[in-house]
Structure formats: structure tokens, C-alpha cells
């Protein structure tokens, strides 16, 4: 007798129903036309399968006549057979990624974002011109962001040729640095100042160690 094959996958109008409970629509193919069943007739099947096999026909409803689906699943209800056809996708039934399949490639560069940046650097020559002309009509805004790009960052660079905090004091007193200016400068002496203090203070305490260290020897 010639075995007939019926192909079923669960409605996508049930995915979350569980498959094989009464509600639950099932279709198939049968010849090439889909035709619709009760979900009996599936679990009427699966009951005829070993016990792995059921299990898969009550957990996964969809079918190879899916072209789409990544998992085939064909019942022969004549034969009672089944086979389980896999495309390798990197992903689980449920969709997400199965461990070592992380999607893109490791290393690999996102297209948008190369697309994205050389869009964007082609605009910097109009950009450029279009702040020059901001500027030049007097836009404050303009000016400032200019500014902070072109003049150094922490402040100008001051010469003096001692380091000696009254030298300091005089400078800011004859309007050569300004106040902030001196504060600032007067505490980084007092830094290298105390760093230093350190060092000799290190290279005592080594003086020391190797004296103690012969008088031990004797």
C-alpha cells in the first residue's frame, strides 16, 4: 500500500498554545494542499512513536514544508517514521544564538558604521567653512569653539627663570601672571619642593641601612 505523507506544523496563530492539546489548530499538507486537523491527530501519532520521537512531535510543530524553518520535522503516518533535518544557522529553535554562535564575527567591522563616518568626514571641509562664516559674523558661540581648540589646554605656558617662590610673587605683583596663575605655579613648586625633600630623605635612610648593616659585620 502506498504510504501517504502529511506534513503538519502548528498555526502561527497558536505558537503559544501548547501543541497537542484540544484548541489547539493543527495544519498540514497533504499533496501538495494545506489542509487544517485536530490537534488529536497529531498526538494520536506521536502516541504511535517511541517515546524520543513524541517527544519532539508534541514540542515542535513545524515542518520542512516550511522552506524558512531551520528545523524539518516530516511524519510518515503510514510507515510511522520521521526525520529530523537541520541547516546549521548558529541559532536554537527558539531563535537565539547556541553557545559559540554569537552572530556577527568576531573582528569584524559594522558596515553602517564605516557607511556612517565616511559620510560624516565628507561634511568636514563644509563644516569647517560654515564655522569660518559663523564666526566672522560675530557668533559668539562660533568664536568660543573655536577657541577652545586652537588655544592650548590648562592655560598659557609661563618662562621663569628661577624657581624661587618670591620670583613668583613678583611676577603676579608686576601684572606678569595673574593670581591664579601664581597660586597655581607656588603650589607646583611646593610639589617638586616636598618630591625632592623625599628623595634625600630616601637616599639618609639608605646612608643609614649600609652603615648599620658594616657595624653588624664586625
Not at 494545506?34 to 514540542?59: I, W
Not at 548558529?90 to 531563535?95: D, F, M, Q, W
Not at 606678569?176 to 639618609?204: C, N, W
Request: proline share 5%; hydrophobic share 35%; with cysteine.
Amino acid at each position: 500500500m502506498m504510504s501517504l505523507r502529511r506534513r503538519w506544523q502548528r498555526d502561527d496563530r497558536a505558537d503559544d498554545l501548547p501543541s497537542g492539546r484540544p484548541g489547539n489548530p493543527v495544519r498540514g499538507v497533504l499533496g501538495g494542499a494545506a489542509v487544517d486537523a485536530p490537534a488529536s491527530a497529531v498526538s494520536s501519532t506521536a502516541q504511535r512513536l517511541p517515546a524520543s520521537s513524541a517527544a519532539r512531535v508534541a514540542g515542535y510543530g513545524r515542518c520542512c514544508a516550511m522552506g524558512n524553518e531551520p528545523v524539518a520535522r516530516c511524519i510518515d503516518f503510514m510507515g510511522v517514521t520521521m526525520t529530523n533535518e537541520t541547516t546549521n544557522t548558529g541559532r536554537r529553535p527558539n531563535g537565539t544564538f547556541a553557545p559559540g554562535s554569537g552572530g556577527r564575527v568576531r573582528g569584524s567591522k559594522n558596515k553602517v558604521s564605516r557607511d556612517t563616518l565616511a559620510a560624516v568626514q565628507g561634511l568636514s571641509s563644509e563644516a569647517v567653512s560654515k564655522l569660518a562664516e559663523r564666526m566672522r559674523a560675530g557668533d559668539m558661540g562660533a568664536i568660543r569653539l573655536i577657541l577652545e581648540y586652537t588655544l592650548p589646554k590648562g592655560g598659557r605656558t609661563i618662562d621663569l627663570e628661577t624657581n624661587d617662590p618670591n620670583a613668583i610673587a613678583d611676577a603676579a605683583a608686576h601684572g606678569e601672571i595673574s593670581p591664579d596663575e601664581a597660586t597655581r605655579l607656588a603650589q607646583a613648586v611646593k610639589t617638586v619642593g616636598d618630591a625632592a625633600d623625599l628623595r634625600e630623605l630616601k637616599r639618609q635612610v639608605e646612608e643609614l641601612e649600609l652603615l648599620i648593616s658594616s657595624l653588624a659585620k664586625r
